[in-house]
């Protein structure tokens, strides 16, 4: 089936006859007859997917850019954030867990010779290479791991590093990257307690890539640059026969999160092979947790929720892949994960508990989901507590939980969880903002930003 699909890439490859925007030979193609002045607008960019492509502006050899991604010379954790990071990695460091982070360059960092100075916006390379320094020292000064993609990106491979037209990196650039985070692994007392296991990478299907940015030139202008085809590669376990099989498998003692870069999806064309290279490299089993569309945090969400992740039994190594455009700006993130990573509420007596069943809500009405008045009331430790929420409406994803503290103020926090991440629990450390020193919370609502319409049961506990 896979050779079938193979010559059947080339034999439509060759029947358009212009694959990867290519003229016919003897001719120069005309790349500026491809782009409108209409890529430069905001308008085409203001709703829906188009928001993360804002704005494409043409390269050398085919190349298309997003100037507020691609050409961002920005890096770095927002000096406000950096206590916040410190505590997670701290708590990651409790539960005898090392994290790891494979940071992935952008793409105008590692292909800045395809960049048009006429159509750069901007873009300076020494000002990123700086901020990215910054940037992977703030995570090591945490507490993480970060293996150096410094002399990566100050040599990039002759193989390119990411696709020409699409935010994905090439299986190069995955075997790239995986090495470099392998040969700092082998490095660590952690990699001589980690079980072994022999794998070997393989070719698999050619990948047709036609790309994110492609799709948005389409989209504003009415043309494209056509696919481009890179080799595909699979990793696959030595001993992989009927023995292998019907052997009991151990839970993995490193687990790998991130985004679709690292994601294994059922459709081979998208797989890039990232966890594959790591298990060739490090020869350890890797559970694989990255999911595509879910953000910088979505998926170690989903991980630390999940019955894969027990706060008793936890993983030795977390490896957190993450394009260097993300910031871990969101204290939000860090609210929810630190009571993810502790076990929530398990082996904890609650303070306050509450069980309450919706049958339906109207966008902006609330339900107080619990309360801390009269002759029962608690009072909690200075800046302790966390809310442990669970909706057995698993699609309820976009509410607002709101807390009440008896100084007269409120902490309202606002959920919108992507859809590839699972609804049903979620975490609300209480708030450690100045404003509320000294003050206990009495009373927490939830407030749905999209109609409830199912009844649903919902329980709700205050743990520290």
Request: charged share 25%; with cysteine; net charge negative.
């Amino acid at each position: 089936m896979k050779r079938f699909l193979f010559l059947l890439i080339l034999v439509q490859a060759a029947s358009w006859g212009h694959a990867d925007g290519m003229a016919p030979a003897g001719e120069q193609p005309c790349l500026d007859c491809l782009v409108c002045e209409a890529l430069k607008d905001d308008e085409p960019y203001a709703e829906g997917a188009m928001k993360s492509v804002r704005h494409i502006t043409p390269g050398k050899d085919h190349w298309l850019f997003r100037s507020d991604v691609d050409l961002s010379t920005h890096f770095g954790i927002p000096e406000a954030m950096t206590p916040w990071y410190k505590r997670l990695m701290d708590a990651f460091h409790q539960q005898h867990i090392e994290v790891v982070f494979a940071v992935q360059p952008t793409r105008g960092m590692m292909h800045r010779d395809k960049i048009r100075e006429d159509a750069s916006y901007g873009f300076d390379y020494p000002t990123g290479l700086r901020n990215l320094q910054h940037f992977l020292g703030q995570l090591r000064t945490g507490g993480a791991i970060v293996p150096d993609i410094i002399p990566l990106v100050k040599q990039p491979p002759q193989s390119e590093y990411f696709f020409r037209r699409d935010h994905h990196w090439t299986p190069a650039g995955a075997q790239a990257t995986a090495r470099i985070v392998a040969d700092t692994l082998k490095t660590l007392p952690v990699y001589t307690q980690l079980e072994k296991k022999n794998y070997f990478t393989e070719k698999s299907l050619i990948l047709p890539k036609d790309g994110t940015m492609n799709r948005a030139l389409r989209k504003i202008c009415g043309n494209n640059y056509g696919f481009q085809y890179v080799q595909g590669f699979q990793t696959v376990p030595e001993n992989s026969g009927a023995d292998a099989l019907f052997a009991d498998e151990a839970t993995p003692e490193v687990v790998l999160v991130g985004t679709s870069n690292s994601a294994n999806r059922d459709d081979e064309t998208k797989n890039y092979n990232f966890e594959g290279y790591l298990k060739e490299y490090l020869s350890v089993d890797i559970l694989n947790y990255a999911l595509p569309g879910a953000g910088q945090d979505g998926a170690l969400i989903q991980y630390l929720h999940s019955d894969d992740y027990d706060a008793q039994h936890p993983p030795k190594l977390l490896i957190w892949e993450l394009p260097a455009n993300f910031q871990l700006e969101s204290e939000l993130t860090y609210r929810q994960l630190l009571p993810a990573l502790a076990g929530g509420c398990k082996g904890r007596e609650p303070l306050l508990t509450a069980t309450r069943t919706i049958n339906q809500m109207a966008v902006h009405e609330r339900l107080e989901i619990l309360s801390n008045t009269g002759h029962q009331r608690r009072t909690l430790p200075a800046g302790q507590g966390f809310i442990d929420l669970r909706l057995s409406d698993r699609n309820i994803k976009d509410f607002y939980l709101i807390v009440y503290y008896d100084n007269g103020l409120r902490d309202k926090v606002w959920y919108r969880r992507e859809a590839v991440v699972d609804g049903g629990q979620y975490y609300l450390e209480l708030s450690h903002d100045p404003k509320f020193k000294g003050a206990n919370p009495i009373s927490v609502f939830i407030e749905p930003t999209e109609a409830v319409e199912t009844a649903t049961t919902l329980e709700a506990r205050l743990c520290i």
